[in-house]
Structure formats: C-alpha cells, structure tokens
C-alpha cells in the first residue's frame, strides 16, 4: 500500500518544518512548501519532495497544485494549513493595504487551496483538514486586530467546513497553539516595518508555558490519524486555560485579563 500524503504550508521554519520532519519519520509522504525559493531548495536539499506556495498569489497556488499532483498522481490524504504570519500594531493605524496583506496570506489562500483540494478528496472518499488557528482565533489581545480578526475568520471557515463536508469522509480540524518557540514575533514585526517602509529589529518574547513546535506535531499527529480527530486541539496550558475561562467568566472580567497580555 502507498504512503500516505500530506501537503504541508509554511515549512521553512518553526512550526511548518517541525511537522514536516515528524510526519515524514511517521511514514506519511511529505509535500512541503514554502514562499520563496531558496527554501523550497533547502527542504529538497533535506529530502522532501518540496514545491513553492505563495498563499498570496492565486498564480502561485494554481502553480503548487500542479505541482503537488504530478508528485503524488493526484493523491491527497491530508493538508496541513499551517503558512501565515501575524502584523502588530494597533487597529486605528491599520490601513486597507496591511488588512489585506493579512487576510490574503492567512484566509483567503487558505479557502482558495481548499476549493482545489476538496474535490480531490472528495473523489477518493476521504481526507483530513487541519488548520493551524492560534488561541488568538478565540480571543483577541490588543495590538494584534488584523491577526486575531484573520484567526477568527480561519475558525469560522474550518466551522463551516466541517458541517459542510458531514458525511464526506473528510474530517476537518482546528489546531490552537498558545505560546510556542518561533519566530513569530520578529517575522510580524518585520511584516508589519516593510508595510510601514521602516526597518525595525524586535527581540523574541518568551512568554510563560511556552512549548517547542513538538507539540503542535502531536496534535497534528492525531488529527490525521486518530479514527475520531477532534474539532479543536489548544495546545499549552493558556490555550487550554483561555478556552475554558472564556465560557465561565462575564466579558468584562475576560476583557481584565486580556488586557494585561500582550
């Protein structure tokens, strides 16, 4: 019986190419992709069969289809939306351009990937659907709106999915991380200084509980696997603590604790 297949967004680092290594170790047939080229080497220099995905651009996503079907025959068990980035920076200085820029590469790269892959799936009767969401897709903290907004768009999509394709023999998932080591507070920032025509250097913030992407691998692990996935996996204790707080306290004490991260 043939490998498996996963097509896995935003493998260059972090997150993306953790879940690429590990998948691969499980026996899957890897696809991952990246934005720019000199990645797309590195991962083909690592032994993945790798291909170039721009979320932002339909051309490129057209492009990655082909590409992602000429290597596995048109076979795809699985994907793994895990490519975006998140901007900073407070909502009354956030421009159509920077909202649009966030929406493209988080959400509507997302659904317009899915619009192909879906009937693949569909065809073989089967499939996985996980997305990478964040905590912040179920609550918002200041100075992140277009990311939070993109976030709780990502839910609503995976949401409606899920109820869409009932009865399909495809099973879509929702990963929330909290706090997990990678670069994604300078690659926001730096995001957010290219927009702004500035340059601007942050140091990572380490914030409390925070995990290694090994723990986003696990979850992803059992979604594509487990006979039964799950709608939603939170991964580290304040994704699990802000779920739960969430549904017992009144906003306005939600809103006390909220304002004292970020």
Same mark, same amino acid.
């Given at each position: ?49 790798? @291909? ?5 651009? =339909?051309?490129?996503? #057209?492009? *990655?289809?082909? $590409?992602?079907?000429? /290597?596995? &025959? ?100 929702? @990963? ?5 080591? =990678?670069?994604?507070? #300078?690659? *926001?920032?730096? $995001?957010?200084?290219? /927009?702004? &025509? ?65």
């Amino acid at each position: 019986m043939s490998r498996p297949v996963i097509l896995i967004t935003g493998c260059s680092s972090g997150i993306g190419r953790c879940c690429a290594e590990g998948m691969l170790k499980r026996g899957w047939h890897v696809v991952a992709s990246a934005r720019r080229e000199a990645d797309v080497e590195m991962l083909r220099a690592a032994g993945f069969d790798a @291909i170039q995905l721009d979320m932002s651009c =339909s051309t490129s996503i #057209a492009a *990655a289809v082909t $590409a992602l079907q000429a /290597l596995t &025959g048109g076979r795809v068990d699985a994907v793994f939306l895990n490519a975006g980035y998140g901007q900073s920076g407070a909502v009354e200085r956030l421009t159509r351009v920077a909202l649009r820029e966030q929406f493209e590469a988080n959400v509507f790269g997302n659904v317009e990937l899915l619009t192909v892959l879906i009937p693949l799936m569909r065809g073989a009767r089967r499939g996985r659907i996980v997305f990478n969401s964040s905590v912040l897709g179920r609550v918002a903290i200041r100075d992140h709106g277009a990311y939070v907004a993109s976030k709780y768009a990502v839910e609503a999509f995976a949401d409606t999915l899920r109820l869409e394709l009932r009865g399909s023999g495809i099973r879509v998932a929702l @990963i929330e991380p909290g706090p997990i080591e =990678s670069r994604f507070q #300078a690659n *926001a920032a730096a $995001a957010r200084a290219q /927009l702004e &025509g500035r340059s601007r250097v942050v140091r990572e913030k380490r914030y409390p509980f925070t995990l290694g992407p090994e723990a986003v691998l696990r979850k992803l692990v059992h979604a594509c696997e487990a006979h039964n996935p799950r709608a939603r996996y939170p991964v580290t204790l304040p994704s699990h603590l802000i779920g739960i707080l969430r549904r017992v306290l009144p906003t306005r004490v939600m809103d006390l604790i909220l304002a004292r991260i970020g």
